[in-house]
C-alpha cells in the first residue's frame, strides 16, 4: 500500500524567506510524486512532478522539489516566499509498479502562512 | 481548469435522500476520477473510470456509486446521504497515464 506524510500541518514564514513543505512517502515500488497547491475556494492547481531523471524538479510559481530515494522524501522548496503563496499545499505519489490507472495517494495537507 | 465542469457547486441535502453529483469534461480524456476532501485526511478516491461503463472502485467507496454512459460524464451518485459523506467533492481527469492529473472546483455538499 501506498501513503504520504505531510508531517507539518502548517508552516510559518515570513515574506521574502525560504519556504519548505515536507513530504515523504511509501510505496512497494517506483514512484510518481506530486505537488499541487488548494487556494481558498479553489479546486487543486498542479505545481510539479517527479517521474523520472533529474532529482531536482522546477516548477510553476518558482517552485521546486527534490527527490530523495534513500529517505523516501520529496519536500516541495521557495527560495522567496510571498504573500500570494499562502494557500493549502499537498504532496501526492502514484506507485508506478503496482497502479495501472494512475490512482493517487494524497498527504493530509500542509497550510502555508506568509506574514508580510 | 483543463475543462471539466462540476455540478452543483454547492448543495445542501437532508440525511436519507440521494444525490447526483456530475462531472463534465470537453476534451474526450479516457481517465476520470472523484475524491473527496476532508480535514486531516487530504483527499481520498473514491472511484475511479478508464473508459465509457468501465469503473472501479477506490479507497473511500461505501455509500457511493458511478456511472459513465458517456467519455464526457462521469456522475457519482449517493445513494442515501449521510452526514459522514458532507465533504467537498472533487472531480479529475488525466490525459495520459503518466501525466498528472487536473481537477474541477469542487462541490461542496452538506447533509442535514
Known amino acids: 500500500a501506498q501513503s504520504v506524510a505531510q508531517p507539518e500541518d502548517q508552516v510559518n514564514v515570513a515574506e521574502g524567506n525560504p519556504l519548505t513543505v515536507k513530504c515523504t512517502y511509501s510505496v512497494s515500488g517506483n514512484p510518481y510524486l506530486f505537488w499541487y497547491v488548494q487556494y481558498p475556494n479553489r479546486g487543486l492547481q498542479f505545481l510539479l512532478k517527479?517521474?523520472?531523471?533529474?532529482?531536482l524538479v522546477k516548477g510553476s510559481y518558482g517552485f521546486e522539489a527534490e527527490f530523495n530515494k534513500s529517505q523516501t522524501s520529496f519536500h516541495l522548496k521557495k527560495p522567496s516566499a510571498l504573500v500570494s503563496d499562502s494557500a493549502l499545499y499537498f504532496c501526492?505519489?502514484?506507485?508506478?509498479?503496482?497502479?495501472?490507472?494512475?490512482?493517487?495517494?494524497f498527504g493530509a495537507g500542509t497550510q502555508v502562512v506568509v506574514t508580510p | 481548469d483543463a475543462g471539466i465542469t462540476q455540478s452543483p457547486r454547492h448543495k445542501v441535502t437532508e440525511t436519507g435522500t440521494p444525490v447526483t453529483l456530475r462531472c463534465h469534461q470537453t476534451?474526450?480524456?479516457?481517465?476520470m476520477y472523484w475524491y473527496r476532501q476532508d480535514p486531516g485526511h487530504g483527499l481520498r478516491l473514491i472511484h475511479y473510470s478508464y473508459g465509457v461503463k468501465d469503473t472501479d472502485k477506490g479507497e473511500v467507496s461505501d455509500g457511493y456509486s458511478v456511472s459513465r454512459s458517456k467519455t464526457e460524464d462521469f456522475l457519482l451518485t449517493l445513494e442515501s446521504a449521510t452526514s459522514s459523506q458532507t465533504s467537498v467533492y472533487f472531480c479529475a481527469i488525466r490525459t495520459k497515464m503518466n501525466t498528472e492529473a487536473f481537477f474541477g472546483q469542487g462541490t461542496r455538499l452538506t447533509v442535514v
Open positions: 517527479y517521474i523520472t531523471g533529474d532529482n
Open positions: 476534451e474526450n480524456h479516457r481517465y
Open positions: 501526492a505519489v502514484r506507485d508506478m509498479t503496482t497502479d495501472s490507472w494512475g490512482k493517487l495517494q
